[in-house]
């Protein structure tokens, strides 16, 4: 627990029915954006993004800005900014309640291959059905959970979800089936590779917290980071949205506090204090033994931070993108 006070005690906003339109708009919208819209056996929507469907980046800007419960812009930036044709940007006024309270992929959400009868499943539920259930230690640390009669939960699944963990996010959030939308958006797909860098502000605040850096003090923030192409490869399609993060992402924190305080939140943020600094995220993984685990925590966290104390009117940097890498591991020129 933090020894700061509860970051969202006094939250009034509401995540789950704020970002109603916003799930609505993804549905009406399906074939536009390529996506697929179903009910499974229990009458709980599932809107496919990427697995039989195709899908799309749009789709995985509207994802994005679901997982961010609508309190967060998501677009894409073009004009080729330090050797990259496309970049994501996102911002929020609200970042720790659309970032940790609603974006941040923290419930497990697991079974076994006796409980599915057949393949085991494993998946971190992200977006405002996570405060809904406030299953995790964050939301008594952050003195605040949702209440609403409708859900919205984002996987990062390659196949749609077995009944039991179906019913264990009905038990949960305290919703009936036809009250749920889950959103499948795969890393090997535009759209979930999309959704996936535009957590770019998610990591720094997550990265801010572990730091202990108190989070009622961060009063706004947006950033930046590179998109990829997907690949058809698992691994190497994850390792591309943390590489785009770790090398290429960069965040703007306002905060509030001491000046000493920000000064150390730019100074220790950036990833580039992690031994593993330099290398795929991929092959770091490979030599994790696939357990994310056994990877140092500094490393997850943008490659460059400025900090801007709105009390005091200073800002000070930190870190630096590595597009030269990027390019590396990326690009083939023609």
Not at 131 to 146: Q, S
Not at 185 to 212: D, F, I, M, N, W
Not at 284 to 306: N, Q, T
Request: with cysteine; glycine share 10%; net charge negative.
């Amino acid at each position: 627990m933090s020894d700061h006070p509860p970051a969202l005690a006094a939250c009034r906003l509401a995540l789950n029915d704020h970002v109603a339109p916003w799930v609505e708009r993804l549905c009406a919208d399906a074939d536009a954006l390529r996506v697929a819209v179903a009910r499974d056996e229990r009458g709980a929507r599932v809107v496919d993004c990427g697995i039989a469907a195709p899908g799309s980046i749009a789709a995985g800007l509207l994802v994005a800005e679901i997982c961010l419960g609508g309190y967060g812009r998501v677009s894409l930036r073009g004009g080729a900014a330090d050797g990259w044709p496309t970049w994501i940007e996102v911002a929020s006024s609200a970042p720790v309640l659309a970032c940790l309270a609603s974006q941040y992929a923290g419930w497990s959400l697991a079974a076994s291959k006796e409980e599915t009868g057949g393949k085991k499943f494993f998946s971190l539920g992200s977006g405002p059905g996570r405060a809904l259930a406030a299953k995790e230690a964050l939301y008594a640390e952050l003195g605040w959970r949702d209440r609403a009669a409708r859900g919205v939960l984002v996987l990062e699944v390659d196949r749609a979800p077995p009944p039991v963990v179906v019913d264990k996010i009905l038990r949960d959030c305290a919703l009936q089936p036809e009250q749920l939308t889950l959103v499948l958006t795969p890393t090997c797909s535009a759209a979930g590779t999309t959704q996936v860098v535009a957590r770019v502000l998610e990591v720094a605040l997550h990265k801010a917290h572990e730091l202990g850096f108190a989070l009622a003090d961060i009063v706004d923030g947006s950033a930046c980071a590179p998109l990829p192409v997907p690949t058809p490869d698992g691994v190497e399609a994850m390792g591309r949205t943390n590489d785009a993060i770790l090398y290429g992402g960069r965040v703007h924190l306002s905060v509030r506090g001491s000046d000493e305080a920000a000064r150390d939140l730019a100074r220790r943020l950036p990833s580039r204090h992690a031994p593993d600094y330099g290398r795929s995220f991929a092959a770091i993984f490979r030599a994790a033994g696939f357990d994310f685990y056994k990877i140092d925590p500094a490393l997850f966290a943008p490659a460059e931070v400025w900090v801007s104390n709105v009390a005091t009117g200073r800002s000070w940097h930190g870190g630096a993108v590595d597009m030269a890498l990027l390019r590396q591991l990326w690009l083939e020129e023609a």
